[in-house]
């Protein structure tokens, strides 16, 4: 496979392609470390009422506080994600 000297594409040792930076990789766990802080601070704040909401649900409200964690932290993490590279590429 021919790939253009400047693709940023590495070969690993087992002949493989990462299109993976190193300089990008201490930002996305920024990126994934902040969405998860800001996630958890929402949680917190709005727990009493999540917690009320999900009450008639019995056993399933725990799987459905998991899964709006989740959700909301990848969520925050695309739109941190998405404004860094908008932001970088903007004043680079």
């Given at each position: 496979?021919?790939?253009?000297?400047?693709a940023?594409?590495?070969?690993?040792q087992?002949?493989?392609?990462?299109t993976?930076?190193?300089?990008d990789?201490?930002?996305?766990?920024?990126?994934?470390?902040?969405?998860?802080?800001?996630?958890?601070?929402?949680v917190l704040?709005?727990?009493?009422t999540?917690?009320?909401?999900?009450?008639?649900?019995g056993?399933?409200?725990?799987?459905?506080?998991?899964?709006?964690?989740c959700?909301i932290?990848?969520?925050?993490w695309?739109?941190?994600?998405?404004?860094?590279?908008?932001l970088t590429?903007a004043?680079g």
């Amino acid at each position: 496979m021919n790939t253009p000297n400047d693709a940023d594409v590495k070969q690993t040792q087992r002949g493989e392609y990462s299109t993976i930076s190193k300089r990008d990789t201490p930002w996305e766990w920024l990126e994934g470390l902040f969405g998860g802080i800001i996630t958890i601070a929402i949680v917190l704040f709005s727990l009493p009422t999540i917690l009320d909401l999900m009450q008639p649900l019995g056993m399933l409200s725990t799987t459905l506080l998991v899964s709006v964690f989740c959700l909301i932290w990848c969520s925050l993490w695309a739109v941190i994600d998405t404004s860094r590279s908008q932001l970088t590429v903007a004043t680079g």
